[in-house]
């Protein structure tokens, strides 16, 4: 089945300890980002990657870091999570040419 | 600033009525525009694209018409269901490739479509 994998589903750390979030997507899908959602301001894009070794910043990357060794996976890391980064994440994937992005379930963090 | 705006306010309709949701854009010529289908707490799910130079665009019981002069957008579910229930994102993109491919996403318009 083709998909978009995101872990954990749901995460409760506290400030400053360090965590990944795991993406990975079975469709060799090009291009790949990271979006949190909050309420009141939608979907904002964090970081994304065109392909393997190449990304770039989102709308709102202060605070996060990617990587993209393989095109299968894209994890989004917090080095020093800080309660404003409380929120809804999804990965997304979609083919280079066709923009229709594919989502992952989505992880709720919370940052105490 | 690029601003997209859909009705912020929930949408109730009788199942069965025909449900119409509007999406505006300003500051922006977009070549195309998407609408997607998001549930309490999971991703959102595409549902269909339209490009700058179509007029309409229909699946089963949605359609779309994309209004260049207007700037604006309508999405309708026809013949609605109470499974029909979700919160509605509409997404313009400028582009196919590189920056460019970035969607802008407007708030959501949740709709509850009652028994």
């Known amino acids: 089945e083709a998909q978009v994998t995101q872990n954990p589903r749901y995460l409760i750390t506290v400030t400053g300890k360090k965590l990944t979030v795991t993406c990975s997507q079975n469709m060799n899908h090009e291009y790949m980002s990271w979006y949190r959602q909050d309420p009141g301001l939608g979907l904002r894009q964090i970081y994304y990657?065109?392909?393997?070794?190449?990304?770039d910043k989102g709308d709102v990357p202060e605070g996060y870091k990617v990587s993209r060794k393989e095109k299968r996976n894209f994890p989004l890391i917090l080095e020093s999570p800080s309660p404003n980064q409380t929120s809804l994440y999804f990965c997304?994937?979609?083919?280079?040419?066709?923009?229709?992005?594919?989502f992952g379930a989505g992880t709720r963090l919370s940052v105490l | 600033s690029q601003k997209i705006e859909q009705n912020s306010e929930a949408l109730n309709i009788q199942e069965g009525k025909t449900a119409t949701l509007t999406c505006n854009y300003t500051?922006?010529?977009?070549?195309?525009l998407q609408w997607y289908r998001q549930d309490p707490g999971r991703g959102p799910v595409f549902l269909l694209l339209i490009r700058e130079n179509e007029k309409e665009k229909r699946k089963e019981r949605l359609k779309v018409t994309f209004d260049t002069t207007l700037k604006q957008s309508l999405f309708h579910i026809t013949a609605s269901q109470p499974a029909d229930s979700a919160t509605y994102l509409c997404?313009?993109?400028?582009?196919?490739?590189?920056?460019?491919?970035?969607?802008?996403w407007g708030l959501g318009t949740s709709l509850a479509v009652n028994p």
């Open positions: 997404a313009p993109g400028s582009g196919w490739a590189g920056n460019n491919r970035k969607l802008i």
């Open positions: 990657s065109m392909n393997v070794e190449v990304t």
């Open positions: 500051n922006y010529s977009p070549a195309y």
């Open positions: 997304a994937s979609s083919l280079f040419g066709e923009n229709i992005q594919y």
